[in-house]
């Protein structure tokens, strides 16, 4: 029986064959907590993130979340019975539906999960009031990154995984939405993993972070 919420235990995360981060030994111990991975483009976080959400296979090692093991060598369990959040740094909004569309395809219909996400709340947060008619081609790099950072938000998974959440944001802005952003992943208890090569972004949303150097975790 795993004792942490989440496991990754002996790892390594690879694409096309070629191994990007090795024999990697990850945990959340309790529900809510967050963590991020720290590191340069390149070096593999998107490949990490890619691999819990089940778009990627492994080799060895085991991933295990709420006490089951959901991959392995033997196991591979399909992305959409993980329950997992993968938000995107590049553009992952619908072409065809608007904004506010885009956003609430996250909702679960007779979900029972006790969370308590009010949508209206997260999109007045994340500031996309004004853009909720708009189509994605309409609106800019760091709207389209907030909206499906909203979308994923009030999907109520298990666990959240966020790639450069923030990179496209306006500087200006960013600040307000880290904090933001920190409260509700606090308020909701939503276990997150965020990959990010912004060291101040780390260490403020972090419970704990880690970082990649030479190909494996620190």
């Excluded at 969370?115 to 994605?136: A, G, M, Q, T």
């Excluded at 790639?163 to 939503?190: R, Y």
Aim: proline share 3%; aromatic share 6%; hydrophobic share 35%.
């Amino acid at each position: 029986m795993s004792k942490s919420f989440f496991e990754i235990n002996n790892v390594t995360f690879a694409i096309g064959g070629k191994n990007k981060v090795n024999d990697v030994n990850i945990s959340i111990e309790n529900e809510g907590d967050i963590i991020c991975i720290l590191g340069p483009s390149g070096i593999g976080k998107t490949t990490m993130l890619r691999t819990i959400a089940g778009l990627e296979k492994i080799n060895q090692g085991e991933i295990i979340l709420k006490d089951k093991v959901i991959s392995s060598n033997k196991i591979h369990v399909q992305p959409e019975k993980r329950n997992i959040a993968l938000s995107f740094q590049e553009n992952s909004l619908f072409p065809h539906y608007s904004v506010d569309r885009n956003i609430h395809l996250g909702i679960k219909k007779n979900s029972t999960d006790n969370k308590n996400i009010n949508s209206n709340e997260i999109i007045k947060i994340l500031n996309l009031e004004s853009v909720l008619d708009k189509y994605p081609h309409q609106i800019s790099a760091g709207e389209s990154q907030r909206a499906s950072l909203a979308r994923s938000l009030i999907s109520q998974p298990d666990l959240l995984l966020l790639d450069e959440p923030l990179s496209n944001v306006d500087q200006s802005f960013k600040e307000d939405i880290q904090v933001a952003l920190k409260q509700i992943l606090k308020k909701n208890k939503i276990s997150t993993i965020v990959v990010t090569h912004d060291s101040y972004e780390a260490f403020y949303l972090g419970s704990k972070c880690a970082i990649i150097l030479d190909n494996e975790v620190k």
